[in-house]
């Protein structure tokens, strides 16, 4: 397990943000500046210079990303050369530092990271479906294999229950807007397709799992 709590899933999508920057990342100057913006709230003076941090110069955009208890799923576009090898490095490493110290453990978090490239406009529809509907198998435990037997609750654990994911973001509900690049996503696909794309597909699984009863049913008989 990769996520133990609450503040684990907030730290790890903190670390999608932070460590995404070919600069050195100093987490203690993001919380002074977080400290600085808060007296701005509340009417203090404007805070010196040095506590203001740069714009980022960024490895990757995060297109899409959804976090499982286990394991994570990243949608990336590189935008340095060997940007995606160091961003991973560098978000994994800063990760499991913090986790070891949390939980006094030592060594790896993560294995290697699996890359694969998307080679057209139908993969990476799939793509950011499969993504966005990976925490069904919170509520439908072999959902892949065995389909879906209660679509209302999926949708309804999707849409407004886990928010471990980019999908709130892409459907207009603010939730970690600032990890994710969601413009290129939008003007390729769309948001009524990505929609339909994904209501699609828990459509078929649907079936599917009707189907595979029925056929069940009708072998005992």
């Not at 407004?160 to 994911?165: I, K, L, T």
């Amino acid at each position: 397990m990769i996520f133990l709590d609450q503040d684990d899933y907030y730290r790890g999508i903190f670390s999608l943000y932070e460590f995404n920057n070919t600069q050195p990342t100093e987490i203690w100057l993001r919380r002074k500046q977080r400290k600085a913006e808060k007296r701005l709230a509340l009417g203090s003076p404007i805070p010196h210079q040095s506590e203001i941090v740069p714009e980022r110069d960024k490895f990757v955009d995060v297109l899409a990303f959804c976090f499982m208890p286990n394991h994570i799923h990243l949608l990336l576009r590189q935008l340095k050369d060997g940007g995606i090898s160091k961003f991973m490095k560098k978000t994994g490493g800063g990760y499991a530092n913090f986790f070891n110290q949390k939980y006094w453990r030592k060594g790896h978090l993560f294995n290697q990271f699996k890359a694969i490239h998307i080679k057209d406009d139908n993969q990476l529809r799939n793509v950011i479906t499969y993504i966005h509907c990976n925490p069904i198998s919170l509520v439908e435990p072999g959902w892949k294999d065995g389909g879906i037997s209660n679509p209302e609750r999926v949708v309804d654990f999707l849409e407004n229950e886990y928010r471990w994911s980019s999908l709130w973001d892409y459907k207009d509900k603010p939730n970690f807007q600032s990890v994710t690049s969601r413009d290129f996503l939008l003007g390729l696909v769309g948001k009524e397709n990505m929609k339909q794309e994904m209501n699609s597909w828990i459509t078929y699984k649907t079936e599917l799992k009707k189907a595979m009863d029925m056929h069940d049913a009708l072998f005992l008989e």
